[in-house]
């Protein structure tokens, strides 16, 4: 059996998790499409957001911040105001456990 049918098999068996993988992959391509718009290399935005390139790379790749301290990290990489990072997490709820972790912080800071 190849990884890829592992790997599909799998998802398909946890529909929820695709769905956030998902969600998290379009999160993290607005995130690039942002950095790009502004003219940023992955290692500027990643040294700006005091955060390692492989962070950076894995958050454009879909690994979506955990933390409100982690989004303001991302906001400052990218010269964005919290408040504009914050309106994209509620864009992209999908990519996070509703009402767990990031997003509730979210909720509770804008509502």
Request: charged share 25%; with cysteine; hydrophobic share 45%.
């Amino acid at each position: 059996m190849s990884m890829a049918y592992l790997l599909s098999s799998f998802l398909l068996q946890d529909p929820a998790r695709l769905q956030q993988g998902v969600w998290g992959a379009l999160f993290g391509e607005e995130i690039q499409l942002r950095r790009q718009e502004r003219g940023l290399s992955i290692e500027d935005a990643a040294e700006r957001a005091g955060l390692s390139i492989e962070e950076w790379q894995d958050m454009e790749a879909g690994q979506v911040p955990e933390s409100w301290q982690q989004l303001c990290a991302v906001a400052k990489g990218l010269g964005e105001k919290r408040v504009e990072m914050a309106s994209l997490v509620i864009l992209y709820a999908g990519a996070w456990e509703d009402g767990h972790g990031l997003l509730g912080q979210v909720r509770q800071i804008y509502s």
